[in-house]
Structure formats: structure tokens, C-alpha cells
């Protein structure tokens, strides 16, 4: 069992940047495949960014590549989504989530999921 809770979301202006973390328990963190996920208000909830166990490998969602970065830190249990230039279409609740396989972009075979985190870009 893995349990997952976001943290650093909050309410910026277009443009700006803003860090989410994601504390996982267990000891078992570093096997697990980790992403990132958010849902606007009335839309399907969508991926954003996964990273793999080690942290060698990493993929993103065409609407956030090259603002976006996932990274983790498997002594601390915690993975991280940098978030830079920020856009009012970034505006949604951000989930992080769990995997022991693959890194996928896929919601449906996250096995764990945080409460989210507000994030509001204002323009």
C-alpha cells in the first residue's frame, strides 16, 4: 500500500511558476513508477507527467513539455512537478499517482492516487 499526499498548490499569475510535491509512504517508493495528473472543472482528468523508478526516465504531455519538469527523490519519498510559464489553461486540481510497472500515461492503471492539489493561474 502506498499513500500519497500533494502539497504546493496554490493561485499564480500567468506566467509564473509554481513547485507541487507529492510525500509518498512506505518503504517501497523507489519501485514505483510515479505521475502526475490534473483535472479542470467539468473535464476528464488527464495526464500530465510519469517518471520511472529511478528517475532515468521521463514523459510528458505535449501541453506541458519544455515548462514542466518531473523529477523525485527516493531518499525522501517525494516526487516533485516544477511548473514554470504558466498558463490560465493550466488552471486545474493536480493528483499525483502510483504504479509498480511502466511508466504510462494512462490514468486507469494508477494503482494509487493523492487528493490533489489546487493549482489557479490567473491571466
Known amino acids: 500500500q502506498v499513500q500519497l499526499v500533494e502539497s504546493g498548490g496554490g493561485l499564480v499569475q500567468a506566467g509564473g511558476s509554481l513547485r507541487l510535491s507529492c510525500a509518498a509512504s512506505g518503504r517501497t517508493f523507489s519501485s514505483y513508477t510515479m505521475g502526475w495528473f490534473r483535472q479542470a472543472p467539468g473535464k476528464e482528468r488527464e495526464f500530465v507527467a510519469a517518471?520511472?523508478?529511478?528517475?532515468?526516465?521521463?514523459y510528458y504531455a505535449d501541453s506541458v513539455k519544455g515548462r514542466f519538469t518531473i523529477s523525485r527523490d527516493n531518499a525522501k519519498n517525494t516526487v516533485y512537478l516544477q511548473m514554470n510559464s504558466l498558463k490560465p489553461e493550466d488552471t486545474a486540481v493536480y493528483y499525483c499517482a502510483a504504479r509498480q510497472l511502466h511508466v504510462s500515461d494512462s490514468r486507469d492503471v494508477y494503482d494509487y492516487w493523492g487528493q490533489g492539489t489546487q493549482v489557479t493561474v490567473s491571466s
Open positions: 517518471i520511472g523508478w529511478g528517475g532515468g526516465t521521463t
